[in-house]
């Protein structure tokens, strides 16, 4: 009994000042940071800067973690592995499989229509292009989340830091392509007589090749670190997790999201302006030619088309996208009844988009018919005149 009453004294000994010999070795070389995550749970993370007695500049020692359950693209949020009951479960899992499904046929078909059909390489055809691919690109890595149910990665840290590489670049791309086609139908409303000679196709092209590299350069440059060493940064196996610096955080927030916004508010609520007074100036003119209520209904007909169509795609991209930012900013997770909503909301986005910028074209629906009777297999289809 003393025997092993002394011996369990001299382990704890060994052990206490074995204990503070490793702290003092490390204190010197690994930096803690502690992030708080959802319902009181810390993780610590650990990086080594440089070598022994070096320490790292303050620039350098914020910095932001991101570990993603859902695909969330510009997202800050730390959500932990969670079980779900099964019928939750199968709500999820039938929820992503439908908006992969509805996300990616209806953008498949307007990429065909727009490359196959030679009438409808347009300018702004050409941005409904880019925007299509871009959403394409979501729905195929929602088809990931699909067999991610579980919370782990299982496709290895390559994968993992070119998935959400990915995840970020079309994010980018897909608002500024809606920037661009804020800005093409500014210069089509407000400056009519000059949108043929400033608006090209070649321009547009020129654009939309700009806008992706300049998605794939900033992005490259944010997770350089993770892409040249991919899942250092993860704690355990089945962990696919991303650290960006804070400003860089920052940029990307602005990047993706404030800049796009702020741009396109601004140039709708011109062209809005302008529309409405447009279609007060023609209703006037009418007016003094004839009295016929009918004519005044129709101009007033459009003016409320005008408000509508541009009250949807701003309202929309609203409520799809906002949820979401505010969501990630508080950096909390208070369950599947908000941030995954307010994910499944951002997802959404790129569903709708071909809807509210495709559908209410006549040639897409001719063009759609056309496909899937594939009657497109036909010589001479690229030239069928769908206006």
């Not at 000042?17 to 502690?34: A, G």
């Not at 092209?205 to 892409?227: D, E, G, P, Q």
């Not at 986005?349 to 009657?375: E, G, M």
């Amino acid at each position: 009994m003393y025997t092993f009453t002394y011996l369990k004294c001299e382990m704890e000994m060994m052990t206490s000042m074995l204990s503070v010999t490793v702290s003092r070795e490390m204190e010197d070389n690994v930096t803690y940071m502690s992030m708080e995550m959802e319902e009181g749970f810390t993780v610590f993370l650990q990086e080594e800067f440089g070598s022994c007695g070096k320490q790292s500049s303050a620039s350098s020692e914020l910095l932001i973690i991101r570990n993603r359950k859902l695909l969330s693209p510009a997202g800050s949020l730390k959500l932990r592995k969670t079980n779900h009951p099964p019928s939750i479960s199968m709500l999820i899992y039938f929820t992503l499989s439908s908006i992969s499904v509805l996300t990616i046929i209806p953008n498949v078909l307007l990429v065909i229509a727009i490359i196959h059909f030679r009438k409808l390489h347009s300018p702004t055809n050409f941005l409904l292009l880019s925007l299509a691919v871009s959403d394409f690109l979501v729905g195929f890595l929602i088809s990931f989340q699909i067999m991610l149910m579980d919370g782990c990665w299982y496709l290895g840290d390559i994968m993992c830091a070119m998935y959400l590489f990915l995840d970020y670049v079309i994010t980018s791309v897909s608002g500024g392509t809606m920037v661009l086609i804020s800005v093409d139908r500014y210069v089509a409303v407000c400056n009519p007589l000059y949108y043929p000679s400033k608006v090209t196709a070649g321009k547009s092209k020129m654009c939309i090749l700009l806008c992706w590299a300049s998605a794939v350069v900033f992005h490259s440059l944010l997770l350089k670190n993770n892409l040249q060493n991919p899942g250092r940064y993860k704690s355990c196996y089945g962990e696919c997790v991303v650290v960006v610096e804070y400003i860089g955080e920052i940029l990307d927030l602005f990047f993706s999201f404030i800049g796009p916004i702020t741009v396109i508010i601004v140039l709708y609520s011109r062209v809005f302006v302008v529309a409405v007074s447009q279609a007060r100036s023609m209703r006037s003119r009418v007016a003094a030619v004839t009295l016929h209520g009918s004519v005044r209904v129709k101009a007033k007909k459009s003016e409320m088309k005008a408000a509508m169509i541009l009250g949807v795609v701003v309202v929309v991209f609203f409520l799809c996208t906002c949820p979401y930012y505010c969501v990630a900013l508080m950096a909390q997770d208070t369950g599947v009844s908000t941030s995954s909503v307010a994910f499944l909301l951002f997802y959404f986005n790129s569903t709708l988009n071909p809807l509210i910028y495709a559908l209410f074209y006549p040639w897409f629906r001719k063009s759609v018919k056309i496909i899937l009777t594939l009657q497109i297999l036909k010589p001479g289809s690229c030239d069928t005149n769908l206006m």
